[in-house]
């Protein structure tokens, strides 16, 4: 530092995604980076666990060339390459990076299961949120989903933890439980509660604006509907209540 010498330490990760070795590394240094990414794909994640000079809710968007890295300036069009392509079982959702609002797609496959216990699998998707929703959609929207197997994913690889594309992923899997396509040009912004409510997420507008830019003009959200029920039942995805 008396120098003004910048210098990069490269070091391990543990299971639970801290630094490995003493907790003094991190505090003697000015900055934490941390770049992941699914190792399939080429789409890298640049993020500021610590910053001590700036913010750390800015993250950086990269993909892999084979000169190195290259930045990505609209992350959004290449996680949306396939998606408005009229196919059951595609959602398109908006989460928040840091501060910046990107548009990716959710795809969820429902099949007959041939297990006691069927099965829930997730690829960049907590499997406790798609139990959750599963049983949500069972109980309040009456889709047969107790003898069927799940499998939802985020398409190109990324990885979603926050509750922003619970309608999405909750709309895709009655649109492949049903085998209709959902329609063109809608994006779903909302987490759902027990009750099967739309509850509001941080940032609303911000994402609003951003599928508006890419042409998204079918935008579902609290503002427009209470419940995943309503919502469902707009897009003719509804099944009738048994007696």
Known sequence: ???HIPLFLVGHVTKEGTISGPKVLEHIVDSVLELSGDRTGDLRILRAIKNRFGATDEVGVFRMKEFGF???TNPSEMLLEYA????????TVCVME???PLLVEIQALVVSSQLAMPRRVGRGINLPRIQVLSAVLQKHCYLPLASTDIFASVAGGFEVKEPSIDLG??????????????????????EIGLLGEIRSV??????????KRL??????SKKTHKSVKDVLSDFNLLKKKKN
């Open 1 to 3: 530092k008396a120098l």
């Open 70 to 72: 290259e930045s990505v």
């Open 84 to 91: 408005d392509s009229g196919v059951p079982g595609s959602a």
């Open 98 to 100: 840091g501060t910046r």
């Open 169 to 190: 992923l909750a709309v895709a899997t009655a649109s492949s439980l049903n085998n209709k396509p959902i329609k063109e040009k809608s994006v779903f912004i909302g």
């Open 202 to 211: 941080n940032l609303l507008d911000r994402r609003i604006k951003e599928a």
């Open 215 to 220: 042409g998204f003009t079918n935008i579902i």
